[in-house]
């Protein structure tokens, strides 16, 4: 056989939907006429493109299987048209066992399927709850050029006693490029490590490499695509777009160091930016996939309802999103005046139904059991849900879904309340912390994502942002008055979820004992309001929910003092027994 001199790929950078197996078979047709029409030898899809990713336990149904499974027959069927090959992630069953399966269709034929061999069992993922590990294999061959397929995982973990080394193997097996389809979330600062992964396989093996990567929301995750391809020699080929679909052709050519791939390199989001643009897509994507005609929430005047509404309107255009403001005796008229220009700014349907009766009413159907009993927190409850409840009446009444407005900040020490601010379907910002949403507010008046729908220029009233926060349900009221500033506060935080650190090295590195002891103690005991709170996009590396799965029964408190220190000499059979273990 000649060995080609050329070898043309398309790329197809695509937002598939879980469970919709024609939509995606549809859109796999759509990007191999724009492929067929460019000349592509190839066709590449994200992993699992069929199911749509990550299908969780839906994979387990058989009739699922058996509908992914015939999806992929018919387009197998249809590449007897002498167009390009398609290669395309799919579940597929085989001798009884459930595979994560990247399948080459090609003259009207399935011509290969190969496993993904390393399945993830950490942060959000659950492989190993569903599929079955999968064999090493060599390269399949595609028009005369040995393509090896590691799928995501398979090229992410370096060699251990439970990993395989699938790109050794390819590479030993005679592959002349990988190609790796993938469903890798979007977290901050991702890109560059997954530059730095795929850097060290090239270096390790020699050969050139595709990381393709799906895009689009699903539940409380965003894949950003920014996809790359890597020559032999380590520099960067192409570089694909980030939050946007995007089937881009690539032309490679076979020299005497072996083949290398000359494209575009399109400039990926990065910082704030990147999570802005991925709270956009999260919640477009969970809006327009489930079905919702639009959304409203409440407009309070505060800064985290007006950057939900900015993101709001960027995701869905102002036409499809309604704000409410829902004021009671201490909302102040600034309040009401920053509310108005927002609205104006950003150009939603806007409306204000005060809730003095409806909360005067509860006030006084409870005069009768509260009698006796001091004013406290219980009555501010009441206004949040109050407010709760009538903004899910206009959902129950329109169809639109109530976006909710708390940060993480808030979700971390339970400064939310139940069935009042909390009510809702999604929350764009459930990720973000307070001292980020002030920075993403800022940011969103001199920037927006390129595909956003909103007005450019200032949007968030500069009023806003520069006012104290405050929940406005007694007088005079600001969060400082029993919080830490958001700045210690965050940073307490951050170590305390993202890192999971010890009291006693936090408080070492310069924080004040009590106010770590007291955060601490208000995120375990949150823990169960945010078993109840509504879905929202990812974009910390460790967010609330699939990354931080706490018991709500946990008697455990860290007590600030210093960990203990192990006494090996307690060990006396542990592990690998000894011969004298057995001597007798």
Request: glycine share 8%.
């Amino acid at each position: 056989m000649t060995e080609a001199a050329t070898f043309t790929v398309t790329l197809a950078q695509l937002n598939p939907t879980v469970g919709d197996i024609a939509g995606n078979a549809a859109k796999a047709r759509a990007a191999r006429a724009q492929a067929q029409a460019a000349g592509a030898d190839l066709v590449v899809f994200p992993e699992l493109f069929m199911s749509g990713y990550p299908p969780e336990d839906l994979v387990l149904k058989p009739a699922f299987q058996a509908a992914c499974r015939a999806a992929v027959e018919q387009l197998a069927r249809e590449t007897a048209d002498g167009g390009p090959a398609l290669l395309i992630g799919t579940p597929w069953v085989d001798d009884g066992k459930l595979y994560n399966a990247c399948a080459l269709l090609d003259a009207g034929a399935i011509a290969a399927i190969r496993y993904k061999v390393n399945l993830p069992n950490y942060g959000v993922f659950d492989e190993k709850r569903v599929f079955a590990r999968g064999p090493l294999a060599g390269p399949v061959t595609i028009r005369g050029v040995r393509i090896g397929v590691p799928i995501c995982e398979d090229t992410w973990m370096e060699e251990s006693a439970d990993y395989e080394n699938v790109v050794e193997c390819l590479a030993e097996t005679g592959a002349e490029i990988l190609i790796v389809p993938n469903g890798s979330p979007y977290a901050r600062g991702k890109h560059d490590v997954r530059i730095a992964v795929q850097v060290a396989r090239v270096t390790e093996c020699d050969l050139p490499l595709v990381y393709l990567n799906q895009v689009g929301g699903q539940d409380d995750l965003v894949f950003d695509g920014a996809s790359f391809v890597l020559n032999a020699d380590r520099s960067l080929a192409a570089q694909l777009p980030c939050f946007q679909e995007s089937v881009t052709t690539l032309t490679w050519r076979r020299g005497d160091a072996g083949w290398r791939c000359d494209g575009a390199v399109v400039p990926v989001l990065e910082g704030d930016q990147a999570d802005y643009a991925a709270c956009v897509l999260g919640l477009r994507d969970y809006v327009r996939k489930n079905g919702f005609p639009g959304v409203l929430l409440g407009i309070s005047g505060g800064i985290d309802s007006a950057l939900c509404a900015a993101i709001a309107v960027d995701a869905l255009g102002a036409e499809r999103v309604r704000g409410v403001m829902l004021p009671f005796r201490y909302t102040a008229q600034v309040s009401l005046d920053d509310a108005q220009r927002l609205a104006a700014a950003l150009g939603f349907k806007y409306e204000v139904l005060p809730i003095a009766k409806a909360v005067n009413g509860f006030e006084e159907i409870l005069a009768g059991p509260f009698a006796g009993l001091p004013r406290d927190i219980t009555e501010e409850n009441l206004q949040a849900r109050t407010r709760g409840t009538l903004l899910m009446a206009l959902s129950n009444k329109t169809g639109a879904m109530v976006v909710t407005t708390g940060n993480k900040s808030e979700m971390s020490v339970g400064y939310a309340t139940l069935y009042g601010d909390m009510n809702g379907g999604f929350n764009p910002i459930k990720d973000i912390y307070k001292t980020a949403v002030f920075r993403l507010s800022e940011l969103r008046n001199h920037w927006k994502p390129a595909d956003a729908q909103g007005p450019i220029g200032e949007v968030i009233p500069s009023s806003i942002i520069t006012r104290p926060p405050t929940a406005e349900l007694r007088d005079n009221q600001t969060d400082q008055d029993s919080l830490p500033p958001y700045e210690i506060l965050d940073a307490i935080l951050e170590r305390l979820v993202e890192r999971e650190e010890p009291l006693a090295n936090i408080v070492a590195a310069g924080f004040d004992h009590d106010t770590v002891a007291r955060i601490d103690r208000l995120l375990n005991v949150a823990e169960y309001k945010r078993r109840q709170a509504a879905p929202g996009v990812k974009v910390t590396q460790k967010n609330f929910g699939r990354d931080r799965r706490y018991p709500i029964t946990n008697r455990f408190r860290d007590s600030g003092d210093p960990l203990p220190t192990p006494d090996p000499a307690l060990l006396v059979c542990i592990g690998r027994p000894s011969v004298e273990a057995f001597d007798d």
